[in-house]
């Protein structure tokens, strides 16, 4: 997500001309979405197997971006119903992902563990922004984005390799 969120902002202030008020909404919506997901991920997991809504909710953050690059100039209302979607899929996926993390992990490994994902992520995030700015540099703003719209939707069928979405509930340690 860095890597859209980065050229997102590129692509509405540079070639949109969308202002800072418009972007604030945009972003506060993204993370409500994700708020409201995290707060619901709960009862949802307690009513539906755990890996079929771990599957749903990381299509949504997936393929998101898409809404992005299919909007025909300044179309703020599909601006945020994208980031929106994408971050209450994040929302709920996040909490699976760091219950599993939790449930499979030996209380001896839990801070290494953690130590290593959050590396990952930080460090991906980093060059997540490094490769959008570069990409963006190269190809223009909205091409770098379709960019990463493509390459964020081509993650959907690799989910269905997962052992993850095949599980009905948390294991337990």
């Known amino acids: 997500?860095?890597?859209?969120?980065t050229m997102f902002l590129l692509y509405a202030t540079n070639d949109l001309g969308l202002g800072s008020t418009t972007l604030?909404?945009?972003?506060a919506t993204a993370s409500a979405g994700g708020?409201?997901?995290a707060s619901?991920?709960?009862?949802i997991v307690a009513r539906f197997p755990v890996g079929r809504v771990y599957l749903v909710a990381?299509?949504?953050l997936l393929l998101g971006p898409g809404l992005i690059v299919i909007t025909p100039g300044p179309q703020v209302a599909l601006f945020v119903l994208s980031f929106f979607?994408?971050?209450l899929?994040?929302?709920v996926a996040g909490v699976i992902i760091v219950s599993l993390r939790q449930s499979t992990t030996p209380q001896a490994m839990m801070g290494r563990m953690t130590a290593v994902f959050r590396t990952l992520l930080f460090g991906g995030g980093a060059l997540g922004g490094l490769?959008?700015?570069?990409?963006?540099?190269?190809?223009?703003?909205?091409?770098a984005l379709i960019a990463a719209a493509i390459g964020s939707a081509a993650v959907v069928p690799a989910l269905l390799l997962s052992p993850v979405i095949r599980l009905r509930r948390l294991p337990t340690q």
């Open 1 to 5: 997500m860095i890597t859209v969120w």
């Open 24 to 27: 604030g909404l945009i972003f």
């Open 35 to 37: 708020l409201i997901g």
């Open 40 to 43: 619901l991920a709960r009862r």
């Open 58 to 60: 990381q299509s949504l």
């Open 85 to 87: 979607v994408s971050y």
């Open 89 to 91: 899929g994040l929302g």
């Open 131 to 143: 490769t959008a700015g570069l990409l963006a540099a190269a190809i223009g703003a909205r091409g």
